[in-house]
């Protein structure tokens, strides 16, 4: 992947902003420019990460395509950021798509990151924000320089849902992956399960809710996806 250094980058419309970025739309594509307090280490550490991703052509299908890093002549930092590919699509939240569409789009967000796993590459971030369906029921992940791999495990961001967790002594992995993916279902699916009578949890999904709430470190949360104790009666 190529690094090109430049003076001055256009930033153009914001398209979005996160506790580490503002995302621009520019002419070759989105500019995801890191935020001043982003350290050096850290900088590197993403530029790794994604370098790392690169070789796992299977993979390039579940994030955006990543076209150059950015460098500056004139600053000290590894990169200011990078240029991708502009992807468009829905988010996966309670009103876009039936009760049906969202168990398989959740079983297919299971399999994209299951994939990512066996590659040595973890995906912690799931959170509505940063998944988007594309029109042939495509996922695709964003803020994928937030991955951690075998090679590099520290988060760069700890999401909110996880702070206790791993306070407690829980690892950054599978598990953690699952109390996100969790998170996720029990917002994507909440208004269904709470308004309409034809849905039902049953009893282990209770206890999965329960051990999500209560940050529990050992829990059926390590290893359970909720959606699969949620049925339509």
Same mark, same amino acid.
């Given at each position: 992947?190529?690094?090109?250094?430049?003076?001055?980058?256009?930033?153009?419309?914001?398209?979005?902003?996160?506790? +580490?970025?503002?995302?621009?739309?520019?002419?070759?594509?989105?500019? %995801?420019?890191?935020? !001043?307090?982003?350290?050096?280490?850290?900088?590197?550490?993403?530029?790794?990460?994604?370098?790392?991703? +690169?070789? !796992?052509? $299977?993979?390039?299908?579940?994030?955006?395509?990543?076209?150059?890093?950015?460098?500056?002549?004139?600053?000290?930092?590894?990169?200011?950021?990078?240029?991708?590919?502009? &992807?468009?699509? %829905?988010?996966?939240?309670?009103?876009?798509?039936?009760?049906?569409?969202?168990?398989?789009?959740? %079983?297919?967000?299971?399999?994209?990151?299951?994939? !990512?796993? /066996?590659?040595?590459?973890? $995906?912690?971030?799931?959170?509505?924000?940063?998944?988007?369906?594309?029109?042939? %029921?495509? &996922?695709?992940?964003?803020?994928?320089?937030?991955?951690?791999?075998? +090679?590099?495990?520290?988060?760069?961001?700890?999401?909110?849902?996880?702070?206790? $967790?791993?306070?407690?002594?829980?690892?950054?992995?599978?598990?953690?992956?699952?109390?996100?993916?969790?998170?996720?279902?029990?917002?994507?699916?909440?208004?269904?399960? +709470?308004?309409?009578?034809? !849905?039902?949890?049953?009893?282990?999904?209770?206890?999965? /809710?329960?051990?999500?709430?209560?940050?529990?470190?050992?829990?059926?949360?390590?290893? /359970?996806?909720?959606? /699969?104790?949620?049925?339509?009666?």
């Amino acid at each position: 992947m190529q690094t090109r250094s430049i003076l001055s980058m256009p930033t153009g419309e914001i398209k979005g902003s996160g506790s +580490e970025s503002n995302v621009y739309s520019i002419l070759d594509g989105y500019y %995801k420019k890191f935020k !001043f307090f982003v350290s050096r280490k850290e900088r590197l550490g993403k530029r790794r990460k994604l370098l790392y991703l +690169e070789q !796992f052509k $299977y993979l390039k299908d579940y994030y955006p395509n990543i076209y150059y890093f950015v460098s500056s002549y004139l600053a000290k930092t590894p990169i200011k950021g990078y240029v991708m590919e502009p &992807i468009t699509g %829905k988010h996966l939240n309670k009103d876009t798509f039936t009760f049906e569409e969202k168990i398989i789009l959740l %079983k297919l967000l299971r399999n994209i990151i299951e994939q !990512f796993n /066996e590659a040595g590459i973890y $995906y912690h971030d799931i959170r509505i924000p940063n998944l988007l369906v594309r029109e042939q %029921k495509q &996922i695709v992940l964003l803020d994928i320089d937030s991955i951690v791999t075998d +090679e590099d495990p520290m988060l760069d961001v700890v999401p909110f849902a996880l702070r206790s $967790y791993l306070g407690n002594g829980g690892v950054v992995g599978t598990g953690a992956q699952i109390i996100m993916f969790n998170n996720l279902t029990g917002k994507v699916l909440d208004r269904e399960i +709470e308004d309409d009578e034809n !849905f039902a949890m049953d009893k282990e999904a209770y206890m999965i /809710e329960n051990d999500i709430y209560f940050n529990r470190v050992d829990c059926v949360a390590d290893h /359970e996806y909720l959606y /699969e104790h949620i049925k339509r009666l």
